[in-house]
């Protein structure tokens, strides 16, 4: 529901997240979800997409990542 909430509602912003919002965020309607403190880091994301990029062979020319 989430992905279907960010792909069709009027209601979802750019770069938003969505998760359920009811117990711990694992069930309930959807509505803006936390995003973790890990998930927001710059030097990890950079790291991530490097990996990635090593692991699978593919580049994405001129990427600039953006951030929640």
Same mark, same amino acid.
Request: net charge neutral; hydrophobic share 45%; aromatic share 16%.
């Given at each position: 529901m989430p992905t279907l909430f960010a792909a069709t509602s009027p209601e979802a912003r750019p770069s938003g997240y969505? $998760? =359920?919002q %009811?117990?711990?965020e694992l069930k309930g309607p959807v509505g803006d979800a936390r995003v $973790?403190?890990? @998930?927001?880091? =710059?030097a990890? @994301? %950079?790291r991530l997409w490097g990996i990635s990029e090593e692991l699978t062979g593919?580049?994405?020319p001129n990427h600039q990542p953006s951030f929640v």
């Open positions: 969505y $998760g =359920p %009811a117990m711990f $973790g403190e890990k @998930a927001r880091d =710059p990890l @994301a %950079a593919v580049t994405w």
